[in-house]
């Protein structure tokens, strides 16, 4: 194995078995270090990837969550690294049109499926989940202000986007 990628500590072990398969299938050699932002990075390289498993979850960051995650774009600025958010799920949704018209169901306050898409409200804590037009918006602004970008695609091909965006050679097979 020569290529060599970073992934943070803090990811856990064992839920990310598809793109570990694809790097040992490619010949990347996968080292856990802390990185103090993103989940994945590559000596010589001043961009970080940060992964999210879907839509939902970057909603929950960039809204429940916004100002830990906003820590997290500032310490990579900081840094001189530019922070690519790469969600695993709906390339479409490059497509800020798309995603503006994406549709939540799960509430961003107890990260449940209580709420009721009829009413848009949580039935538990009667607040309106955070629905795509507002993450467009919220995506746009970050990408605007800060040294961020957001990319979307398909899991199974995380690690591949994933050396491309950091400049890692992989035996194509």
């Not at 809204?63 to 820590?71: T, V």
Request: hydrophobic residues 35%; contains cysteine; aromatic residues 6%.
């Amino acid at each position: 194995m020569g290529a060599v990628i970073y992934e943070d500590t803090r990811n856990k072990v064992g839920a990310h078995e598809l793109k570990n398969g694809w790097w040992r299938a490619h010949g990347v050699e996968v080292v856990r270090k802390k990185l103090d932002a993103g989940d994945y990075a590559r000596d010589g390289s001043n961009v970080l990837v940060d992964t999210k498993k879907d839509v939902q979850e970057l909603v929950m960051d960039i809204g429940r969550d916004h100002a830990r995650f906003s820590r997290e774009v500032e310490r990579a600025e900081r840094a001189g690294c530019r922070l690519v958010i790469l969600v695993e799920q709906h390339p479409e949704f490059r497509d800020r049109l798309k995603l503006a018209a994406w549709r939540s169901t799960v509430c961003g306050r107890c990260r449940v499926r209580s709420c009721d898409p009829a009413s848009d409200r949580c039935r538990a804590h009667r607040f309106k989940p955070m629905q795509g037009a507002t993450a467009a918006k919220i995506i746009e602004t970050m990408e605007r202000e800060h040294l961020v970008r957001f990319r979307f695609c398909n899991r199974r091909d995380t690690a591949r986007v994933i050396c491309e965006l950091l400049g890692v050679e992989y035996e194509r097979i």
